[in-house]
């Protein structure tokens, strides 16, 4: 699995995200895993349990220890399969290479 730091332009400028790297696209980590929360959970609570379980921060997630990589992996090849492209509240799942900027996988290392 590979992971890294992208850059997705929102209205409010630039926002970092885990981005997972696939043939198919590139897939936003936390929010795959809050589609995939939404299968039993409301929206709200999804969206807040993705963000704690999978960090939108890669120093957090790296610290997160190692089931955050198969929560990681199950959501991405649920999305993928299903093709999810949103959740329900509208975060953005698939990107294309085109649509997002590629950052160090992390950013502002541990000092």
Do not use: F
């Not at 790297?21 to 709200?44: F, G």
């Not at 955050?68 to 290479?97: F, H, K, M, P």
């Amino acid at each position: 699995m590979k992971l890294g730091t992208m850059a997705v332009a929102s209205p409010l400028g630039d926002v970092l995200r885990i981005g997972v790297h696939r043939p198919e696209a590139i897939v936003d980590a936390t929010a795959a895993r809050a589609a995939w929360l939404e299968k039993k959970l409301p929206a709200a609570a999804a969206e807040r349990i993705a963000a704690a379980e999978v960090p939108p921060d890669m120093l957090t997630l790296i610290a997160s220890g190692d089931t955050v990589y198969g929560w990681i992996n199950e959501a991405v090849t649920a999305a993928i399969e299903s093709g999810t492209e949103r959740t329900s509240r509208g975060q953005r799942i698939l990107y294309s290479a085109s649509e997002v900027r590629l950052l160090a996988p992390v950013p502002r290392p541990a000092g």
